[in-house]
């Protein structure tokens, strides 16, 4: 996946930015255990950079990316580790 986490950002309470870099995309959801697995789209927020801000508590955390409508998959920058399903997940650490 050509996909990279380039920061992650602790705001106010619980909120926390991800910016991701993604070359030449046309949309990109993530799906996480922080949004109960569900897919939620990100934003564009500069050529190839997309953003998304939600309530994450402090602590480990899995995630995957898709773009384009393609096949989830773990970004560059966070771990992978295996998931439950004999598939692989990014974890970040969210202070």
């Known amino acids: 996946m050509a996909a990279a986490l380039i920061e992650l950002r602790r ?3 619980n909120a926390c930015t991800l910016l991701f870099r993604v070359p030449g995309a046309a949309a990109v959801e ?3 255990d922080f949004t109960d697995w569900l897919p939620t789209g990100l934003q ?3 050529p190839d950079v997309w953003r998304v801000t939600l309530p994450i508590a402090p602590g480990r955390h899995r995630l ?3 773009v ?5 998959g ?6 992978s580790v295996a998931d ?3 598939g692989l997940v990014g974890t970040v650490v969210v202070p």
Request: cysteine-free; glycine content about 20%; hydrophobic content about 40%.
């Open 11 to 13: 705001g106010r309470g």
């Open 30 to 32: 993530l799906m996480a």
């Open 44 to 46: 564009q927020v500069a």
């Open 64 to 66: 995957n990316l898709r």
């Open 68 to 72: 384009n409508g393609g096949p989830w």
């Open 74 to 79: 773990v970004p560059a920058g966070p771990t």
């Open 84 to 86: 439950d399903f004999q």
